[in-house]
């Protein structure tokens, strides 16, 4: 499998998104990506009540932990490697939640506008 390379949207390196629990589709703590990665895991969210409840409404349910999978659920304040269409859906919902524009990938912007992701951002000043 080739990664694509490590840039946010900014055309800076991507910073680490979570590791508690172990975000991203390689599971490496960044929302890296590539080309097996269909659902483009690309956007570092800051996980709310509202998303969650959202998502679960949506098919995704990330709040009941999977332990076969290593996975122990997603609670608010986590920080989470959502996929792209996923995370314009609930802005289009108005349920979008907050995210890391340093820590989102750039193939996030073949999905979502970059004016769009600025408006969310809760690290940039």
Same mark, same amino acid.
């Given at each position: 499998?080739?990664?694509?390379? &490590?840039?946010?949207?900014? $055309?800076?390196? *991507?910073?680490?998104? $979570?590791?508690?629990? %172990?975000?991203?589709?390689?599971?490496? $703590? @960044?929302?890296? /990506?590539? @080309?097996?990665?269909?659902? &483009?895991?690309? %956007?570092?969210? @800051?996980? /709310?009540?509202?998303?969650?409840?959202? &998502?679960?409404?949506? $098919?995704?349910?990330? &709040?009941? #932990? !999977? #332990? =076969?999978?290593?996975?122990?659920? *997603?609670?608010?304040?986590?920080?989470?490697? *959502?996929?792209?269409?996923?995370?314009? =859906?609930?802005?289009?919902?108005?349920?979008? #939640?907050?995210?890391?524009?340093?820590?989102? !990938?750039?193939?996030?912007?073949?999905?979502?506008?970059?004016? *769009?992701? @600025?408006?969310?951002? %809760?690290?940039?000043?």
């Amino acid at each position: 499998m080739k990664i694509d390379e &490590s840039i946010n949207v900014l $055309g800076e390196e *991507l910073q680490i998104c $979570g590791e508690n629990p %172990v975000t991203g589709f390689l599971r490496d $703590g @960044k929302c890296n /990506t590539c @080309k097996e990665d269909v659902g &483009s895991h690309t %956007v570092c969210i @800051k996980v /709310t009540q509202e998303f969650l409840e959202y &998502s679960r409404f949506a $098919g995704n349910d990330l &709040s009941t #932990p !999977h #332990p =076969e999978y290593g996975f122990k659920g *997603l609670k608010p304040g986590d920080n989470w490697c *959502l996929c792209a269409l996923r995370w314009l =859906e609930a802005n289009q919902n108005d349920r979008a #939640p907050k995210i890391y524009i340093t820590r989102t !990938h750039i193939r996030a912007l073949e999905v979502i506008p970059l004016e *769009l992701l @600025k408006r969310f951002a %809760v690290d940039l000043n």
